[in-house]
C-alpha cells in the first residue's frame, strides 16, 4: 500500500508519520541487562517471561504474577544484583527508546514537503518524518491512515488458484449474501482462519449468537469491541436475541435507534442518535458530545448539560439515569456501523470460500497468513475439512502455497518452499528456474543449493518424488539421500558446516534428527562403509545408489518437519500420545459439544495461542487454546488456577488439562480449567507407575513436574529447593522498597471498567 500511494504521489510529496517508541519492560530488562553483562540467553529468557506492561511495574509484577517465579530471576539475587537491576528497570520507563514508524500514518503535501519536516529513513526503507501524528495535524499536513488488511491478499490469492487450476471465475461481489452453508459453517463455530470470527472469544460469541443474516455479522463485529464489553452489553443482547428475556428499550423514543439490536447500544450512531433524541440537539453537536465521553473531565461536562436537556423535554429523573449509565458505560468505545459493515464484507466472504472451496481458502490462509493462529493449526484445521496435505517439492513447490489435484480428483494444497527454515527468495528461484531435475546431486549443483538447505528439503520429503521414495518399490531412502548429497559436497570441497536448531517443538517430541559431522556416526550407524560406496560418477545426472540405511520414522519424519518447517505434516504430534490419552479416557475436542454443562472432562493438545485480554471484572483471566488434532479446545484459567499452575501454563507446550465444560446458546462452549499439566511429565508417570498414579495427580488438583514434585506419585505435588529459593527472591525484590499489604492493583477506567495492569492489550496474535 505504500509503495501504491509513493508511485501515486511521487517520493518528494509524501512521508510516512513517525512514533516514539518508549521503553516499557521487556525492552527495559533487556538493554539494563545487556549494561550489567547478564548474558544475552539470561535475560532473554527473564524478559520473555514478563506481560507486555510498563517498566515501573516490574516489581508488582515480580509480586503478583506466580508464572515470574519460574523466570530465572533468582540467578540474579543470588549475584546480590537484583534490586540494581530492578532499580534501573523502573528508571527506564517511559524514556524514548528510539523513533520509529506508525503503523498506519502517511501525509501528502506538495514539493516542498522536505522543507516543512525532518525526514529520516525508517527500518523498512520509506522516508519517515519526525514528527508524530499529533504533530502533523496540528501543522495542517493531510495525514492519511492506511490500514493493510492481509486477509485481502489472502482472498485474492484463494481466487487466482481456483482460477489456475479449474478454470472458474468467481465474482465475490455477485455471491449471495444469504448462503445457507456460509452461515451454517459460522454457526458451527468452526472459524479458524476467517477474517474477524477466529479467536477464542469470537468462536464463543457466533456460537452464542448463532449469526444468520449480514446483518448479524455486523452486530457480531460491533459486539466485539471495548464499548460494548466494558458496558456488559453482549449479555442482555444475547439474552434477548435467544427469546430468553424481552428487549429493554429504556423508553419508548429509543425503540427505533434500539430496535435492530435488542435494546442494546452496539454502534456509534446509536450514541449520537440517543443523545440528539434525548436533548433535542443536533447530530453533529451530538458526535462532539459522544467523544467528550472518553475523559473524566469530559463526562462532568456533558453530565451537567445532558441532565438538564432531558429535563426540559420531559424525560424523569429515572430514565436519564438509566440512559446516562449506558452511555457513560459505552464511552468512547464504540463501533462506527459502517467500519463493522466494511469489516462484515471480507468476514463473510472469507468464511464463504472456506464452506465451498476449502483448499483453495487454505492455501490463501497459509501464503498470507492474516490471522492469529500459527499455521501448524491452519494446516490441522485443512485436514479437518478433509483437504490433502502434500509436502514441499523441489519439482513442484515455489514460494506461495499452491492448489494440486489429488488421486481422487479432490484439491489438496502443496506447501511452499518458503516454509522451510533458512530458505531465501532468492533460493527458491533458482530451484525454480533450473528445473526439472533429475536427482538430488542435481538441484545441489545446478541450482546452487547451500548444503545445510538440501539437508533440510530432503528431511521435509521435498525430494521424495525425484528417487520414488513412499512408493513400493523405493530402492533409496531420505537417508541415502542425505549421506549422498554430504559426500558429494565433500568430494567437491564444499563446505560441510551446518547450522544445528533444536527446536522446542521438536524437542517436546524427542528432539531433532540433525546431521552434524558429529552426528553422523549415528545417523549412518548401519552402513560403516557408506564412504566406500560413493558413486564414480558424479556429474549432475547421477542416480542415487542404496548406502543401506533405514528409512525414517514415522515420528522421525514428524521430528524433522517439525525442526524445519515448525509444521507436522505428514502426521499430527499428537498422534504419538494417543495411547496414553485414550487410557486416562481423555475428551476429543471434535467430542466436547457432546458433553453436557458443568460436566469435568480432561483435555490435552499443543499450546497454540495464551491471551490475557482485558476483561470487565478487573480480574486477571487467561485464555489457553489447545490443538489436539480434531479441532482446538478453548479453555479460561481464572485467578485461583493461575496461582498453583502458572509455571505449567505459560511454559509447557503439550499439556493436559482438567476443567469444567460451560455451555451458553446454541453452540457456545467454553472450559472452565481446574489444573494443567506438562503432558510429557504426566505420559512418563504413566509409563513408571500406571494409570492410577496419573490419575491420583489429577484429582489432587496439585500441580506436577515443573511446579510440583516428580519423585514422589503419591504427594501430590510440592516445591523443590530451587523454586523455594526463587519465590523467595522474588518476594524479597517486590517488598524491598514498600511495607504496604500486597493489594493487587486494578486499573479502573472512566467508563467504570475495571481492568488487570496485567491484561495483554495488543491486537490477538500480535
Same mark, same amino acid.
Given at each position: ?159 487466482s488458484e481456483l482460477e489456475r487450476v479449474s478454470g472458474q471465475h468467481i465474482a465475490l461481489a455477485s455471491i449471495p449474501r444469504d448462503d445457507p452453508g456460509t452461515f451454517a459453517l459460522i454457526q458451527s463455530t468452526r472459524t479458524l482462519g476467517c477474517f474477524q470470527i477466529e479467536s477464542p472469544g469470537q468462536r464463543e460469541l457466533v456460537g452464542k449468537f448463532a449469526p444468520s443474516t449480514f446483518d448479524d455479522i455486523i452486530i457480531d463485529i460491533s459486539l466485539f469491541r471495548p464499548g460494548p464489553v466494558k458496558s456488559d452489553m453482549i449479555t442482555p443482547f444475547l439474552h434477548a436475541r435467544q427469546g430468553w428475556g424481552m428487549p429493554d ?163 489438496g494444497i502443496r506447501l511452499s518452499l518458503a516454509e522451510i527454515e533458512g530458505v531465501t527468495r532468492a533460493d527458491i528461484d533458482r530451484i525454480v528456474a533450473n528445473r526439472p531435475y533429475s536427482g538430488v546431486v542435481d538441484v545441489l549443483l545446478r541450482a546452487s543449493v547451500p548444503l545445510p538447505i538440501m539437508e533440510s528439503l530432503i528431511k521435509v520429503g521435498a525430494c521424495d518424488r525425484l528417487h520414488g521414495i513412499g512408493e513400493a518399490d523405493a530402492q533409496v531412502t531420505r537417508r541415502d539421500l542425505l549421506l549422498e548429497v554430504s559426500l558429494q559436497a565433500r568430494h567437491r570441497g564444499r563446505s560441510t558446516v551446518k547450522r544445528v ?14 546431521? #552434524?559431522? *558429529?552426528?553422523? %556416526? =549415528? !545417523? ?10 560413493? &558413486?564414480?560418477?558424479? $556429474? ?87 490443538? #489436539?488434532? *480434531?479441532?482446538? %479446545? =478453548? !479453555? ?10 502458572? &509455571?505449567?501454563?505459560? $511454559? ?94 486494578? !486499573? ?19
Open positions: 500500500m505504500y509503495d501504491l500511494i509513493i508511485d501515486r504521489f511521487g517520493a518528494e510529496r509524501t512521508a510516512c508519520v513517525s512514533m516514539v517508541d518508549t521503553y516499557r519492560v521487556r525492552h527495559a530488562i533487556r538493554d539494563v541487562g545487556m549494561a550489567l553483562g547478564v548474558s544475552a540467553a539470561e535475560v532473554g529468557i527473564i524478559a520473555q517471561s514478563f506481560p507486555h506492561i510498563g517498566a515501573k511495574h516490574v516489581r508488582d509484577a515480580l509480586r503478583d504474577l506466580p508464572e515470574l517465579r519460574e523466570s530465572g530471576i533468582a540467578s540474579l539475587a543470588a549475584r546480590g544484583e537484583l534490586d540494581t537491576f530492578l532499580d534501573l528497570v523502573e528508571g527506564l520507563d517511559g524514556l524514548p527508546r528510539n523513533r520509529a514508524m506508525h503503523p498506519c500514518g502517511v501525509i501528502l503535501s506538495d514539493p516542498t514537503l522536505l522543507d516543512r519536516t525532518p525526514v529520516q529513513s525508517s527500518a523498512q526503507g520509506y522516508a519517515m518524518s519526525q514528527f508524530d501524528k499529533d504533530d502533523v495535524e496540528e501543522l495542517g499536513f493531510l495525514k492519511l491512515d492506511v490500514l493493510g488488511v492481509r486477509m485481502q491478499s489472502s482472498i485474492a490469492h484463494t481466487l428499550y429504556i423508553h419508548e423514543s429509543l425503540k427505533p435507534i434500539l430496535r435492530e439490536t435488542y435494546g442494546v447500544v452496539v454502534f456509534h450512531e446509536q450514541v449520537i442518535r440517543i443523545i440528539a433524541t434525548v436533548s433535542g440537539c443536533g447530530l453533529d453537536f451530538a458526535d462532539e458530545v459522544r467523544r467528550n465521553l472518553g475523559t473524566v473531565e469530559g463526562q462532568e461536562q456533558t453530565r451537567q448539560w445532558f441532565y438538564g436537556k432531558a429535563r426540559q423535554r420531559g424525560y424523569t429523573l429515572e430514565v436519564t439515569e438509566r440512559v446516562w449509565a449506558v452511555l457513560r458505560a459505552f464511552a468512547s468505545f464504540g463501533f462506527c456501523k459502517a467500519h463493522a459493515a466494511a469489516f462484515a464484507v471480507p468476514t463473510y466472504e472469507s468464511a464463504w470460500l472456506k464452506a465451498h472451496h476449502p483448499a483453495a481458502f487454505f492455501a490463501g490462509v497459509l501464503t498470507h497468513d492474516p490471522g492469529m493462529y500459527p499455521k501448524r493449526l491452519i494446516l490441522d484445521d485443512a485436514r479437518n475439512f478433509a483437504v490433502p496435505i502434500f509436502p514441499p517439492d523441489v519439482q513442484i513447490s515455489d514460494h506461495m502455497h499452491r492448489l494440486e489435484a489429488a488421486a481422487d480428483s479432490s484439491l536448531r533444536v527446536d522446542k517443538a521438536a524437542a517436546a517430541v524427542g528432539g531433532v534428527m540433525d546431521i #552434524d559431522s *558429529a552426528e553422523q %556416526s =549415528d !545417523l549412518f550407524i548401519d552402513s560403516p562403509s557408506a564412504t566406500s560406496r560413493l &558413486s564414480s560418477d558424479t $556429474s549432475p545426472s547421477a542416480q542415487v545408489s542404496s548406502h543401506g540405511l533405514r528409512e525414517m520414522t514415522a515420528r522421525e519424519r514428524m521430528q524433522a518437519e517439525l525442526s524445519v518447517m515448525r509444521l507436522d505434516v505428514s502426521s499430527h504430534i499428537m498422534s504419538f500420545h494417543a495411547e496414553f490419552l485414550r487410557d486416562l479416557r481423555a475428551t476429543r475436542s471434535s467430542h466436547l459439544r457432546r458433553c453436557r454443562s458443568m460436566q469435568d472432562v480432561l483435555v490435552a493438545g499443543v499450546k497454540v495461542a495464551i491471551q490475557t485480554p482485558p476483561v470487565r471484572s478487573g480480574r486477571r483471566v487467561v485464555f489457553l487454546t489447545l490443538d #489436539d488434532g *480434531a479441532g482446538p %479446545s =478453548d !479453555l479460561t484459567f481464572f485467578e485461583d488456577a493461575q496461582e498453583q499452575f502458572a &509455571s505449567t501454563l505459560f $511454559s509447557s507446550w503439550l499439556m493436559m488439562v482438567r476443567g469444567h465444560v460451560r455451555r451458553t446458546g446454541p453452540a457456545g462452549m467454553s472450559i472452565r480449567a481446574v489444573g494443567c499439566w506438562d503432558l510429557l511429565a504426566m505420559e512418563q508417570l504413566w509409563r513408571e507407575h500406571g494409570r492410577d498414579a496419573v490419575r491420583d495427580v489429577i484429582a489432587s488438583g496439585r500441580p506436577w513436574g515443573i511446579e510440583g514434585d516428580s519423585d514422589n506419585p503419591s504427594s501430590g505435588g510440592g516445591v523443590d529447593a530451587l523454586v523455594v529459593e526463587e519465590q523467595q527472591a522474588l518476594s524479597g525484590a517486590a517488598v524491598s522498597r514498600s511495607t504496604t499489604p500486597v493489594v493487587v492493583p486494578v !486499573l479502573v477506567h472512566p467508563s467504570g471498567f475495571r481492568q488487570s495492569p496485567y491484561a495483554d492489550v495488543r491486537p490477538a496474535g500480535a
